[in-house]
């Protein structure tokens, strides 16, 4: 936790906004976060289709893209341990003014496409240990071999998410049919990874997806992976 916390005061010395040495955790300032981050950081409900729901932290601003971007780009790096607390525990707060977090069973977070990408493995530990639910770390993406033959480069990178293999028997244990779970991602864009994942764990009680980011489909901004 002190080297975690170390790595970030040294990798982010100023505010992502104005420049300023008085970062917090939040990466910001205190007077750049209330004018540009707290506006912006209600937990808001997005309907992803008819049976399935979302809510996020952050919404992203089109205007604002450049210094969100600049966020998403350090919080996925391995120095910014204590941003991730701060927003986890904020959302957890925010969420359990929205949902019953009692009728919550699992919290299980989507894979990245790199097995280097462990920012929503790292989001969903510390709303587990905010929201006190355990963790089922069951879900992985990927694409096999003759897969990746016979597509071409931008096909490649839309991998698969299915059930670790080590979880396929005994998926039945869980109680997941019985079960109402928080599926956790970082942003939310289309909504695939999770329907995805949904369709991965097969039938549950309830599935719910909880983002940091809600960031529109038709942006331009490059994110990093």
Same mark, same amino acid.
């Given at each position: 936790?002190q080297m975690q916390?170390?790595?970030q005061?040294?990798?982010?010395?100023?505010?992502l906004?104005c420049?300023s040495f008085?970062?917090?955790?939040?990466l $910001?300032?205190n007077?750049?976060?209330?004018?540009?981050?707290a506006p912006i =950081? #209600? @937990?808001?409900?997005?309907?992803?289709?008819? &049976?399935?729901?979302s809510? $996020?932290?952050l919404?992203?601003?089109p205007?604002?893209?450049d210094m969100? =971007? #600049? @966020?998403?780009?350090?919080?996925k790096s391995? &120095?910014?341990f204590g941003?991730?607390?701060y927003?986890?525990?904020?959302a957890a707060?925010e969420?359990?003014?929205?949902?019953?977090?009692?009728?919550?069973d699992?919290?299980?977070?989507?894979p990245?496409s790199?097995?280097?990408?462990?920012?929503s493995h790292?989001?969903?530990q510390l709303?587990?240990?905010?929201l006190r639910?355990p963790?089922l770390?069951i879900?992985?993406?990927?694409?096999?071999?003759?897969?990746?033959?016979r597509k071409?480069?931008?096909?490649?990178?839309?991998?698969t998410?299915?059930?670790h293999?080590?979880?396929t028997?005994?998926?039945?244990?869980?109680?997941?049919a019985?079960s109402h779970?928080?599926?956790?991602?970082?942003?939310l864009?289309?909504?695939s990874s999770?329907?995805q994942?949904v369709e991965?764990?097969?039938?549950v009680?309830?599935a719910t997806?909880?983002t940091?980011f809600?960031?529109?489909?038709n942006s331009n901004t490059v994110?990093?992976s």
């Amino acid at each position: 936790m002190q080297m975690q916390s170390l790595k970030q005061y040294l990798y982010n010395p100023i505010c992502l906004s104005c420049g300023s040495f008085f970062v917090n955790n939040h990466l $910001f300032c205190n007077d750049c976060y209330q004018k540009k981050i707290a506006p912006i =950081s #209600e @937990m808001k409900m997005k309907q992803l289709t008819e &049976k399935f729901e979302s809510y $996020f932290l952050l919404n992203w601003i089109p205007f604002e893209s450049d210094m969100l =971007s #600049e @966020m998403v780009y350090r919080m996925k790096s391995d &120095k910014c341990f204590g941003a991730w607390m701060y927003y986890a525990e904020k959302a957890a707060d925010e969420l359990a003014e929205n949902l019953n977090i009692e009728q919550i069973d699992y919290i299980i977070p989507i894979p990245g496409s790199k097995k280097t990408s462990v920012h929503s493995h790292i989001f969903a530990q510390l709303l587990g240990r905010a929201l006190r639910k355990p963790i089922l770390d069951i879900l992985v993406k990927t694409q096999t071999i003759g897969e990746q033959k016979r597509k071409n480069k931008t096909e490649r990178l839309n991998k698969t998410i299915r059930l670790h293999e080590q979880f396929t028997r005994n998926l039945n244990l869980l109680g997941l049919a019985r079960s109402h779970v928080l599926v956790v991602d970082d942003i939310l864009t289309t909504g695939s990874s999770f329907i995805q994942s949904v369709e991965a764990l097969g039938p549950v009680r309830k599935a719910t997806l909880l983002t940091l980011f809600h960031r529109t489909a038709n942006s331009n901004t490059v994110l990093v992976s």
